[in-house]
């Protein structure tokens, strides 16, 4: 890599400049180990993948971990917030090093930009000629769509105005963040998609594209990448079976199928499932200011219309819709859990909480071989995991599952997985801090890679495979761990009776 001293303003360290030149592009980075493992499920096993293998595009790509701010490039982008003044490691570095004019151009000429909006400002000491402004969404899983679409508009509009100011190579770092509770895997995969698109449309506008990542995001894009800008045909078939179901629209946005307007000859008529549909989602530039008229809003206005209610005109009463019902339909099955009788899965003793680790966070125990998944009535365990986890999840947990001595009847199908997983609100996901995994074999290992890599990449870097109970010890006090004697009788023919195992119950 040519990296070459940029003078700075005085005061301000000299730091070095990168030529993206030297940087490896995504199209020449070796192929995904893993694009053979694929489980077919729903519409995603499809004859052609949505987003074919074009050389072209990967060769304009760069994943690259490092400093935005050494980057010699038309522009690079600062995510900050709508007072411009946001406190985060990437904006820091960004004000800094562009210097004092920089910060000025910010206080008087901008001074503000809203949420999904982008603004523009000249580099000065930086090495880049622009930087280009954006303020990301913070995320609420009651307004999932509005955050869902604002930042796929973030992303939209950096490209958008690159393009107008005929700029042809830009460094983008993640614009989503955890400051703001958005989930790094769903920002990941709105982003890939709309550069994606864009690219398809625009291609000929950019020669570099480098999207600037830390540690935590660059496992997340390696993973993703593959999927939206695939560089072999091994990888476009693989991406098949491991896209998400939603994969946006022609320029990709969110699409929600019961949220466009149908168009019909006679309001009296039947709707059928062929009327043809207007999307709306192109066309909504959404902030989550307004989220807070969309609780006044109702549903479908055919349907109020055909029933005499009184119309709606606002073209997004409808957007938050189904993040409603999620929430809705996760509060009833809470509700359930409390008054349903659950005592034929309670009785079974493979999910329970036992003490606290050595950080004072609850530990939640799963027991695999205790988990009879052909026999048990998957509604009900749902509704006792709920009732279990739900008072745990309001703050920082860790789970431990003992894989020790199971067999493919104690395996949930990963249909089941992923539909837990779904419904199970974004607290369950972020506040878990750790998820044990011990005793596990080859097949464990595989399962959790794929379960983690294609469906669940938030919690990637949080799964730990441990070999003996005696690895437990280092996070959590012995004298906190409550498990069934077979596991420790297990455990001392494998390891041997090198420690004292404490707390076996019968």
Not at 27 to 46: C, I
Not at 144 to 166: D, P, V, W
Not at 217 to 226: A, C, H, M, Q
Request: with cysteine; proline share 7%; hydrophobic share 35%.
């Amino acid at each position: 890599m040519r990296i070459v001293m940029d003078p700075e303003p005085l005061g301000i360290p000299s730091a070095p400049v990168v030529s993206p030149q030297e940087l490896k592009r995504w199209g020449d980075a070796p192929t995904s180990q893993h694009a053979k493992v694929g489980v077919p499920g729903g519409a995603r096993g499809s004859h052609i993948s949505p987003f074919l293998c074009d050389e072209n595009i990967n060769h304009k790509l760069v994943l690259w971990e490092g400093d935005i701010t050494c980057l010699q490039v038309d522009a690079i982008v600062n995510s900050t917030n709508e007072a411009m003044n946001d406190k985060n490691p990437v904006s820091d570095s960004i004000l800094l090093r562009g210097g004092p004019r920089l910060y000025e151009d910010i206080k008087s000429d901008i001074r503000e930009c809203r949420t999904g909006e982008v603004r523009v400002t000249q580099g000065h000491a930086l090495p880049a000629r622009y930087v280009i402004h954006t303020v990301g969404p913070k995320y609420n899983i009651k307004y999932q769509t509005a955050s869902e679409n604002t930042l796929h508009m973030c992303y939209r509009n950096i490209f958008q105005k690159a393009k107008e100011m005929g700029l042809q190579s830009i460094a983008i770092p993640v614009v989503n963040s955890l400051k703001r509770n958005y989930p790094p895997d769903q920002g990941a995969h709105i982003a890939l998609r709309t550069v994606r698109r864009f690219l398809e449309r625009h291609g000929n506008s950019f020669h570099t594209v480098i999207f600037v990542v830390d540690k935590v995001d660059l496992g997340i894009y390696e993973v993703l990448l593959p999927l939206y800008f695939p560089r072999s045909q091994q990888e476009e078939d693989a991406a098949r079976y491991q896209l998400p179901s939603d994969i946006g629209g022609p320029e990709g946005e969110p699409i929600m199928p019961d949220r466009q307007i149908r168009i019909i000859d006679n309001p009296q008529h039947t709707l059928h499932a062929d009327d043809e549909t207007l999307s709306l989602s192109p066309h909504l530039e959404i902030t989550l200011g307004d989220a807070g008229t969309f609780a006044q809003m109702q549903a479908d206005p055919d349907r109020q219309r055909l029933l005499g209610e009184r119309p709606i005109t606002d073209p997004i009463a409808n957007i938050i819709i189904q993040e409603l019902e999620h929430q809705e339909r996760y509060e009833k099955l809470l509700r359930r859990s409390k008054t349903e009788d659950l005592t034929e899965v309670s009785g079974i003793g493979c999910l329970y909480q036992c003490g606290v680790d050595r950080l004072g966070r609850p530990v939640v125990v799963f027991i695999g071989k205790w988990f009879p998944f052909n026999k048990i009535n998957l509604d009900k365990a749902l509704l006792y995991l709920i009732n279990l986890l739900d008072p745990i999840v309001k703050g920082d947990y860790v789970i431990t599952y003992f894989h020790t001595l199971t067999s493919s009847s104690n395996y949930p199908s990963f249909s089941w997985l992923r539909e837990v997983y779904n419904i199970l609100p974004y607290k369950y996901k972020k506040n878990l801090k750790a998820f044990y995994v011990v005793h596990p074999t080859f097949w464990t290992k595989m399962m959790t890679w794929w379960f983690t890599t294609f469906m669940a990449p938030a919690i990637k870097q949080k799964v730990h495979s441990l070999p003996g109970v005696e690895y437990l010890y280092s996070v959590m006090s012995p004298d906190q761990l409550e498990i069934p004697a077979f596991i420790t009788e297990y455990d001392m023919t494998i390891n041997g009776l090198r420690y004292f195992q404490p707390g076996a119950t019968t």
